[in-house]
């Protein structure tokens, strides 16, 4: 996207990630980043922190905020699991599809009522066995499930016509723009969106925004109130939030799945940040408030080409988060997956890497 949120030219991008072979600089991988805490304080940037890109799937925790603020949650009874996978893009293994049937059982609808799509389980094990049975991915399979089941127990509270709840001007999609004009600052009427990969609507944001909404949402600092016309007004949204913050670090595989960036980074930071990758490399974290961060931190990054092979996101999260002294030396073990990444030839001869090549 060439412009930013107020028109100004676009600005050229940070090299955030250097791809070797032998002694040389194949390839470079370049991209916006901002840092910011939870006053709006910008306490680091790369790139241009006012390049405009699409929030895509990092969105979900706000998305599923109204779920909470409405008494949706609490009328269907979902579980912490429930609220996590709702938050997440997940692999499409037995433990996240299990979870979206049994939000989709508890309101009494089904998995034709999702209106996602469908594609392969990204879980390579998942797929397998879906091919071993003879059976084709459902909408269940698609990493989006969990966030469309939520959404369509908030159009079953909200009393809207549940196949409707994609619709950008219906009640469902009104309360998550208007959790997100919360958070953001953004007026409602002025947020931009297109239509993301699942269907509904996907907005159009600065790394400097993105970065703000993940400080305030973990901050817990103020409160969102009449999140949609049919919720009782004073609804605290810090508790809201606290409540989806702590549903995603205490079942952290069904945000993503095991060895996946965002359930390995939140299982080595124990408590201490939540974390969502986004489509087209993008990415965004929260990091509690902490001695450090006492109003807490929020980080959003966008890899300028869209990261398809997914060696870029990775190591930039990881780097990043270690600059800022959010990640300690010691949580790195964990994640040396994501620290380097070798370069190797169809031999299986390393003849480079892919590494980190910014400083905050």
């Known amino acids: 996207m060439k412009e930013s949120e107020d028109g100004r030219d676009y600005q050229t991008p940070e090299p955030l990630v250097l791809v070797?072979?032998?002694?040389?600089?194949?390839s470079i991988h370049a991209g916006h980043l901002a840092a910011v805490d939870g006053d709006g304080r910008v306490v680091a940037s790369l790139g241009s922190p006012d390049a405009v890109s699409f929030m895509r799937s990092?969105?979900?925790p706000f998305q599923a905020l109204p779920l909470v603020t409405t008494g949706a949650a609490d009328r269907f009874r979902l579980d912490a699991r429930e609220l996590a996978v709702a938050c997440g893009s997940h692999n499409g293994e037995a433990v996240?599809?299990?979870a979206v049937l049994s939000m989709l059982s508890k309101t009494g609808l089904s998995?034709?009522?999702l209106k996602c799509g469908a594609h392969?389980?990204?879980?390579?094990?998942?797929d397998a066995a879906l091919r071993e049975r003879g059976e084709k991915p459902t909408a269940l399979h698609n990493n989006c499930s969990g966030k469309h089941a939520g959404m369509l127990a908030l159009a079953l509270h909200l009393g809207s016509n549940t196949s409707e709840y994609d619709r950008p001007d219906g009640p469902v999609q009104r309360a998550v723009f208007r959790a997100v004009s919360h958070?953001?600052?953004?007026?409602?009427?002025?947020?931009r969106f297109g239509t993301d990969g699942c269907g509904v609507p996907t907005f159009a944001l600065t790394a400097r925004t993105m970065a703000l909404m993940f400080a305030r949402f973990v901050a817990g600092a103020e409160e969102v109130e009449d999140v949609t016309h049919g919720a009782p007004r004073g609804v605290v949204g810090a508790d809201a939030a606290r409540r989806i913050i702590d549903a995603v670090l205490v079942h952290p595989d069904m945000v993503e799945g095991d060895g996946e960036l965002?359930?390995?980074?939140?299982?080595?930071?124990?408590?201490?940040?939540?974390?969502?990758?986004?489509?087209?490399?993008?990415?965004?974290?929260?990091?509690l408030p902490c001695e450090r961060w006492p109003r807490g931190l929020g980080l959003a990054f966008k890899i300028e080409d869209g990261d398809k092979s997914d060696r870029a996101r990775p190591l930039v999260a990881v780097e990043a988060l270690r600059q800022?002294?959010?990640l300690a030396d010691g949580d790195l073990t964990s994640l040396s997956k994501f620290t380097r990444s070798a370069l190797k030839n169809h031999r299986g001869d390393a003849v480079g890497e892919a590494r980190p090549s910014f400083t905050l």
């Open 120 to 126: 392969e389980p990204y879980s390579h094990e998942a």
């Open 183 to 191: 958070f953001s600052g953004v007026g409602e009427s002025e947020l």
């Open 111 to 113: 998995v034709s009522d």
């Open 324 to 326: 800022l002294r959010v």
């Open 58 to 60: 990092a969105t979900k």
């Open 20 to 26: 070797t072979r032998g002694s040389f600089v194949e």
């Open 96 to 98: 996240h599809t299990e």
């Open 262 to 287: 965002d359930t390995e980074l939140m299982r080595a930071g124990r408590g201490r940040f939540i974390s969502k990758v986004g489509a087209e490399g993008v990415y965004c974290a929260g990091v």
